[in-house]
């Protein structure tokens, strides 16, 4: 009988686990990848691809969010011609993204801007672009991180560990994936799930945006430190920003739009102490959609 010895064993299986923490699982290819020169192809793209003044959309009037009783809403971001500034800065990435963003029409459109987007590095690591789930019907919008391995892989939002607490909670308040929609902040995944950058954050934030004002939910839930912060323009960690009242304007919509932050469910996973608050703030979400869907006496 064959027996393995279990010191290489344990150590291939740690390996094994440390490749797939660092995201080494999606190199699927039998040879090498240069992802330098996909880059490069990416950047050769974005130059060639770049809309002419003409072409961009109109600035979006008072894009951003306000904290009720908190700050002034923060003034919108200048506009940015793409054509005049360089192509290779976040600024210029940013501006695309906006122009691109700000002409889709519909979900559809969306979806085929963002797929067609090279303005954000992620999209030459990242197996999938995972546009949404759910329900575009739904009064109740969740907008998290990024994808992670599993997302990844089957280019759908939150179908991994944390999508599966996710579910658990949502079905706590009595809603299921036909009943919300869902969506990221980013559309490809970081490698090994590291926090988004500044800068890829700012490139696909007009994305998400314009997925929110398309989808014209009732209630948008920032599922997340990194979608908070994203969503409401705000610099506070996520243990501030959550259970408060907040709104976004958005070009499109008639009116501010109510946001409400809680904590990511992968932060539940690592810290289930924290689970109390979350409990309290999914009541809540409850509460303000109860209160919107009820007639005014
Ligand atoms: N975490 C997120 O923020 N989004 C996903 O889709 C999966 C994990």
């Known amino acids: 009988m064959t027996t393995i010895d279990p010191t290489p064993a344990a150590a291939i299986s740690a390996l094994a686990t440390w490749y797939v923490e660092w995201g080494v699982e999606t190199a699927t290819t039998d040879s090498p990848a240069d992802w330098y020169a ?3 192809a990416a950047r050769d793209r974005l130059l060639r691809d770049r809309p002419r003044a003409a072409d961009s959309a109109p600035a979006p009037a ?6 009720r009783g908190a700050r002034a809403p923060a003034p919108a971001v200048p506009r940015a011609d793409p054509a005049a500034v360089d192509p290779l800065s976040p600024e210029s990435a940013a501006a695309l993204a906006r122009s691109h963003a700000g002409a889709a029409r519909s979900l559809a459109e969306l979806e085929q801007a963002i797929r067609a987007f090279d303005g954000c590095a992620l999209k030459a690591t990242a197996s999938n672009t995972v546009f949404a789930d759910g ?3 739904a009064d109740l919008m969740l907008v998290g991180e990024a994808p992670g391995a599993e997302e990844d892989r089957r280019g759908l939002p939150f179908v991994g560990q944390s999508g599966r607490l996710l579910d658990r909670m949502l079905k706590a308040i009595g809603r299921d994936r036909g009943s919300v929609y869902i969506t990221n902040v980013l559309p490809w995944r970081p490698p090994g799930n590291r926090t988004p950058t500044p800068a890829e954050i700012a490139a696909c934030l007009p994305f998400a945006l314009r997925h929110i004002a398309l989808v014209r939910p009732k209630l948008v839930v920032a599922v997340g430190g990194v979608s908070a912060k994203a ?6 960690g996520i243990t501030r920003l959550r259970g408060r009242s907040a709104t976004l304007d958005l ?3 008639a009116g501010p739009l109510p946001v409400f932050a809680t904590f990511h469910p992968a932060y539940l996973l690592r810290q289930p102490a924290q689970k109390r608050l979350a409990w309290g703030d999914w009541l809540r979400i409850a509460e303000i959609l109860e209160k919107q869907s009820s007639p005014v006496p």
């Open 38 to 40: 996909a880059a490069a």
């Open 62 to 67: 008072g894009e951003g969010a306000r904290m």
């Open 135 to 137: 329900n575009p019907e």
């Open 231 to 236: 969503l409401l323009d705000r610099p506070e």
């Open 251 to 253: 070009p499109g919509l």
